[in-house]
C-alpha cells in the first residue's frame, strides 16, 4: 500500500509540475522573440507588456454587494484571489525563466479590479499583492505602470495620487532598451476630468523632451484610441466580436478614448513607431490613418488574468532589431505570446482526481476481499475471513471519508469558479 500511495504521490506532483511550470513555459518559449546572437553584447533591449491583470478581490463581479451575506463566503473569495494570483505567478515565472533578456517591463492599467473603490488598507494591500506578483519576473527588473479606470476612475471621479504615490507616474517619458516608451493617462484628457489633472496632462502632451525624445518612439497608454466603427481587429481576436465597439456606457467605463482626443495625441506625438493599449480583454491590431502616410499600427493586449472573460489571456514583447556592429536601432516588432486555457486546466485535474478515487476504491477492495475458494471453513479460517471483512470495511470506511474531502474540496473549488464566472458580464 505504501508502494502505491508512492506512486500516486509522484504522479500527482508530475501532473501539478507540468501544469502550473511546463505549459507556461512552453506557451513563453514559443512565442517570445528570439535575440540575434550577434547582438548580444548590446545591452538588453526587450520589454515586456502586461495589461488588466485586475487582482480578483471582494469588488470583482460585484462579488461582496452579491454574496457576501452566504456563510462561507470569504472562503470564496480567499479562494479566488489565491487561484488569480497564482495564473499569474506562473506565467511571470515562466518569462523569468525561458523569456529573452528584458530592459524593463509595462503595465498598461487595471491592476486592481476594485481599486478605484478600495479603503487605505485594502489599497496597501493589493499593491502588495502586485509587487509581489512582478518580483517573480526579476527583482531587480524596472517596473513601469499606465493607470487603467478600475485604479483610479474616470471623469470628474478620477483621483490618482495613491497611484503615483505607489505605482509611479501616470503620465512619463521612459527611456529604456534604447527606446523612447511614452506613458500617458489618456483618460485624464477628457474635458469632465478634474480641470487641475486635466492641466497637467495637456503640459505634458505638449511638453519639449517629449518632442526631443529619439526614435524609436512607442506610445503605452490603458484604453485603446479611437477608430471608425468598421474598423476590424484582425484574426488574433478570440472573443467579443471582430471589432473594439465604440461605448461609453456606465459610471465609469468607455471602451475607446474620445475621437477629439485620439486626434490630439497623435498629431501631438507624431511620429510614433506603434502605439499599445489595453483594456478591452481581448487582442486587437489596428492601423491608424495618416495625414500624408500610414499612421502607427496600435495593439491592443488581452488580460494576463484567466478570471476577466477571456478564454486565451496574454502578454506582450516589443523586441528591437539592431545593427550588430554599434547596436544602433533599426525596427521594432511587437509579438503576443497567449497563455494556456485554465479551465482545460481544472479540467485535466478533475479528471485526474476522479482517476485517482477510482484507483484507491479498486486498490481498498482488492486489499481487504475474504478468500473464499473454500467450500468447507475451519473456525480459524472464518475468524480470518470475519477480520478480513472488518478491515475492509474500515477501509471502505476511510475512502469514504477521503472521497468525502475531495468532493467539499472539488464542490467549494468549482462552485466559486461557476460564481465568478456568472457574474462576469465584461466590466471594464
Not at 92 to 115: E, I, M, Q
Not at 302 to 324: C, H, Y
Amino acid at each position: 500500500m505504501r508502494r502505491h500511495w508512492a506512486v500516486e504521490l509522484v504522479g500527482v506532483l508530475f501532473l501539478a509540475f507540468v501544469c502550473e511550470v511546463g505549459v507556461y513555459q512552453a506557451a513563453i518559449w514559443r512565442c517570445a522573440p528570439q535575440e540575434d546572437p550577434e547582438t548580444e553584447v548590446c545591452e538588453p533591449s526587450q520589454i515586456l507588456v502586461v495589461s488588466d491583470t485586475q487582482l480578483t478581490d471582494g469588488y470583482s463581479y460585484a462579488m461582496r454587494a452579491r454574496w457576501g451575506w452566504i456563510p462561507g463566503y470569504v472562503m470564496v473569495e480567499q479562494i479566488l484571489e489565491w487561484a488569480c494570483d497564482m495564473y499569474i505567478r506562473s506565467a511571470l515565472t515562466a518569462v523569468a525563466s525561458v523569456g529573452p533578456r528584458l530592459a524593463a517591463a509595462v503595465d498598461l492599467g487595471d491592476v486592481l479590479d476594485g481599486g478605484r473603490y478600495y479603503t487605505v488598507d485594502e489599497w496597501k494591500r493589493g499593491v502588495s499583492r502586485i509587487q509581489a506578483l512582478r518580483s517573480v519576473a526579476g527583482r531587480s527588473l524596472p517596473w513601469f505602470t499606465v493607470p487603467g479606470n478600475h485604479d483610479v476612475d474616470i471623469d470628474y471621479r478620477m483621483k490618482t495620487h495613491r497611484f503615483e504615490a505607489s505605482l509611479g507616474l501616470g503620465s512619463r517619458l521612459v527611456v529604456a532598451g534604447n527606446m523612447s516608451i511614452i506613458l500617458l493617462n489618456s483618460m485624464a484628457l477628457r474635458a469632465s476630468t478634474p480641470s487641475a489633472l486635466r492641466m497637467a496632462t495637456e503640459a505634458f502632451l505638449a511638453s519639449e523632451e517629449l518632442v526631443q525624445a529619439p526614435a524609436p518612439r512607442l506610445l503605452m497608454l490603458h484604453q485603446p484610441l479611437y477608430r471608425p466603427p468598421t474598423a476590424t481587429c484582425g484574426p488574433l481576436r478570440n472573443a467579443g466580436g471582430s471589432q473594439i465597439p465604440y461605448v461609453v456606457r456606465g459610471r465609469n467605463y468607455a471602451t475607446q478614448a474620445l475621437p477629439e482626443v485620439t486626434e490630439r495625441i497623435l498629431d501631438k506625438l507624431a511620429p510614433l513607431d506603434a502605439v499599445l493599449s489595453g483594456d478591452d480583454h481581448e487582442p486587437c491590431v489596428y492601423q491608424h490613418a495618416g495625414d500624408k502616410e500610414a499612421g502607427p499600427v496600435e495593439y491592443t493586449l488581452p488580460t494576463l488574468s484567466w478570471l476577466q472573460g477571456s478564454f486565451s489571456p496574454g502578454l506582450a514583447f516589443i523586441a528591437l532589431e539592431r545593427d550588430a556592429g554599434n547596436c544602433a536601432p533599426k525596427a521594432v516588432t511587437v509579438a503576443y505570446c497567449f497563455l494556456p486555457n485554465r479551465y482545460i486546466t481544472l479540467g485535466v485535474y478533475v479528471a485526474a482526481a476522479a482517476l485517482l478515487a477510482k484507483l484507491r476504491v479498486d486498490s481498498a477492495f482488492a486489499f481487504g476481499s475474504p478468500r473464499v475458494s473454500r467450500l468447507k471453513k475451519t473456525d480459524a479460517e472464518a475468524s480470518i475471513n470475519e477480520r478480513g471483512v472488518s478491515i475492509t470495511r474500515s477501509r471502505c470506511l476511510l475512502l469514504g471519508q477521503q472521497l468525502a474531502r475531495w468532493a467539499v474540496y472539488m464542490a467549494g473549488y468549482t462552485g466559486a469558479m461557476a460564481c465568478a464566472m456568472a457574474g462576469v458580464d465584461r466590466m471594464k
